[in-house]
């Protein structure tokens, strides 16, 4: 009886044995996975906090170290390939000089700025840095509004005073002023004239004077180059000279000049371009009529404005609407406009008067006695009073 009740416990427990230990074992193992899955998150480097990072990679393999600066650096010359400029904050700029600063190989360690980007940051920094320690903390009070008066009332009064000069009369009457203030307060009060008359004042004052001179380049229906040498009179607007050509040539361009000027009679001055088709022959025969010939500096298109406007005006009112077949169809068309703009067409710069009408105003005429004559086949047309 006592061997049949003793039988039971004996027998589950060699099968329960097995069963209680390969739980443990799985639970375990479970419990050890996700140790090592903490461990992992634990040392993983974090991009937003680089210093913690930095500490955390104390922990890491060197193999795995590598493997991960060569994947970042992938990653980094694909991000330059992209058209947008990444943004930096100051922070970051700091943070980059001084990692700089203690690595030997930084050129080379850089790849979305240029190692002279690097360098403008940390003279950047090094003139705000010395800019804040050298910063002036007194200084003298500020000058009173009636000594600020007194200035802006003597430049005002002296148009011939300049700043030492009203800082030796304030002197005088027992104030000392230093002379940037005294420029400050002056400018103020009266502009500071340029050391010469500007180009605008000489030409207003010597327009009838001066000629200028420039090239049109135009192409005709077969794609082949026509040039137009234009000579210009800048105080009346009017055509002096013009001529058509395929090969602006140096003897071509010096005849132009010599027809517009018979019996040796021409400007005081002439304006031109840098243009290599000026040459010794065009400066010989500008000599043997004693002009003086300026040339503009290098891409500075208002040094001959009134010349570029009027080569604009052909381009827009004639050259934009027509299909040029040869030469001798170019300069037909240009006879004809230029007739048209010295005869005919008021000028801006005239205040709507015409080269040949500068005198007094005309007499007001019928407006039922006006009649309309093309110009260019139509393109313009110019009213006149009938005639009687």
Partial sequence: MVDLLGAPPLFESKFMLPSFWSTLQHSIIAL????????KSWTKPLTETVPIGAVTDLTRRKSDLLLENALLRHQLVVLQRQSKRPRLTWKDCLF????ACQLATWRQTLLIIQPDTLLRWHRDWFTHFWRSKSRHRGGHPPLSPEIIALIQRMATENRLWGAERIRGELRKLGWRVGK???LKYLRQARPIRPPSQTWKTFIQNHATEIWACDFILITDVWFRS???IVILELGSRRVVQMGVTRHPTDTWVAQQLREATPFQQGPKYLI???D???????AAVAAGTQIEVLRTPIRAPKANAICERFLGSVRRECLDHLLILGERHLFQHM?????YYNLYRPHQGLAQRIPTQLGA?????QPHLVVAKPVLGGLHHHYAQLAA
């Fill in 32 to 39: 050890l996975q996700t140790f090592r899955q903490l461990l």
């Fill in 226 to 228: 026509l040039f137009v």
């Fill in 276 to 282: 290599k088709k000026y040459g010794h022959h065009f």
């Fill in 335 to 339: 006879k004809a406009y230029f007739e």
């Fill in 361 to 365: 105003d005309p007499l007001p005429t």
């Fill in 272 to 274: 031109r371009d840098n």
């Fill in 180 to 182: 940037g203030t005294v």
């Fill in 96 to 99: 980059m000089v001084l990692l």
